[in-house]
């Protein structure tokens, strides 16, 4: 069994999830089980999730926001408020958005209002087989 199978067997000890809504950290493993391998180890091994409240869906940052190093890892913030307002599936997708841009090395400090990240995160997202608002280009067309 490679490590993949091991963290994907046993989720709920191998991601660090800081909030205290179990709703959103039960649906933050769902995603982690459905990656591929090579995304679920990036998010294991170099992602901290956060809830942040209500003040937007998700966002991914490199960790160098803290500390001024490297970024090597990554601070995803979800906003609880989504349970409330939205289906599962696209819940899911919003949380493998921001996995996505991890996954693909976007600084989303340095390439604020880029489009072209969001598009390639939602191109990965479906890749990847979610379906949802967080796979679709549409709702960046107007940014």
Sequence with gaps: ???????????????????????????????????PDQPLLKA??????GSVGRS??????PANVLNGGEA??????????MLASKQTEDIQSVIAHEIAHAYLGHD????A?????ELDACRQVREWGFQGSGADDLRHSSE
Excluded at 2 to 31: K, P
Excluded at 108 to 111: I, L, Q, S
């Design 56 to 61: 937007n869906q998700g966002l991914t940052l």
């Design 72 to 81: 090597e890892s990554w601070l995803i913030l979800l906003d609880d408020a």
């Design 113 to 117: 209002g880029d489009v072209s990240i």
């Design 108 to 111: 989303r400090v340095a390439d």
């Design 1 to 35: 069994m490679d490590i993949a199978e091991v963290y994907r067997n046993d989720i709920w000890g191998n991601f660090v999830y800081l909030g205290d809504d179990q709703d959103l950290e039960l649906l933050i493993g769902d995603v982690l089980v459905r990656l």
């Design 44 to 49: 294991i091994d170099s992602c901290v999730f």
